[in-house]
């Protein structure tokens, strides 16, 4: 036992409710604690219950499972478990729990290769406040790992073909949007060298980066409704969305994407197709195993 907890690793991701109950204050905790308006609590709960609730937190325990099994093989004894941003189990309480474990060393792997300042700050903060003092490391950057260009491609490929052979796609990779305010050029730039590599790999020629911001009108540019608007006009019917932001399905794939998006788009004539998260890939594990073993 003492071996096993030589290395721990805590995975980490944004969180989401599993049921009704939940909503109300998972939106208090998205919002700093500060009281929500009903009707927003209210239209996010119709779009959870429209989806049957996020599989993230199922999903994100089993890539636990799974890149504890990799590492294992790969002959490092550890124990990975999962923290979440902003619902249950939280980040710091999992932290508490390893902490009392005495643990020789911890890894904190965000569940989002992209560096953002709005987002790695508030993962790193709550993971840091608990192992200060400790021999500890923070993965929030690791969108460089060949594997996880892998996974992405073989998924791409995969969706290309819901197409006719003779048929000119254009492929849309999107990501979470930002606040204008927050001038973020790391996050956009590891962003872009990601979908230019994607596409270098894939043979991919026609494409574009947008941004999904939901119902925030002062967030990054292009936002993906009026990007796509644009290619319409242009004569572009065809559209593959391929969602490089979110490794596993959430509210923003199952329903931003795939009712939303989806509706809009075949309203305005255009076929459209989406590309399915990693969620459990081996390649998407293996990436994750391959950016823990670079920090050891």
């Known amino acids: 036992m003492e071996e096993a907890r030589k290395i721990t690793v805590l995975l980490m991701a944004y969180g989401t409710p599993e049921k009704r109950e939940e909503v109300d204050g998972y939106l208090k905790d998205v919002f700093n604690g500060n009281k929500v308006p009903e009707e927003i609590i209210e239209n996010v709960t119709k779009k959870y219950e429209e989806i049957g609730f996020s599989p993230l937190k199922k999903i994100t325990l089993r890539q636990a499972r799974l890149l ?143 941004y999904q911001n939901g119902e925030h009108k002062d967030w990054y540019k292009p936002e993906v409704m009026e990007k796509v608007r644009g290619l319409r006009s242009e004569g572009i019917k065809n559209v593959l969305i391929a969602p490089i932001g979110y490794i596993t399905e959430s509210l923003e794939t199952l329903y931003d994407i795939d009712i939303m998006y989806v509706k809009s788009f075949e309203n305005l004539g255009m076929k459209v197709r989406r590309v399915e998260c990693l969620n459990e890939s081996p390649e998407l594990i293996d990436a994750m195993a391959e950016a823990v073993k670079s920090t050891l």
């Open 68 to 210: 504890e099994k990799h590492l294992k093989n790969d002959g490092i004894s550890c124990t990975v478990t999962v923290g979440m941003k902003h619902w249950h189990p939280r980040i710091d309480e999992a932290a508490i729990k390893i902490k009392q474990t005495n643990p020789k060393k911890v890894i904190g792997i965000v569940a989002h290769p992209f560096r953002s300042l709005a987002g790695s700050d508030g993962y790193k903060k709550r993971f840091s406040a608990v192992f200060e003092g400790k021999d500890y490391y923070f993965i929030d950057d690791w969108y460089r790992q060949p594997a996880l260009k892998t996974a992405w491609l073989k998924n791409i490929d995969k969706s290309r073909s819901e197409f006719g052979a003779n048929e000119d796609i254009f492929v849309v990779f999107t990501s979470h949007g930002l606040p204008e305010r927050v001038e973020d050029n790391l996050y956009k730039s590891q962003l872009n060298e990601f979908v230019d590599a994607l596409c270098k790999g894939g043979g991919i020629k026609r494409y574009c980066l947008a």
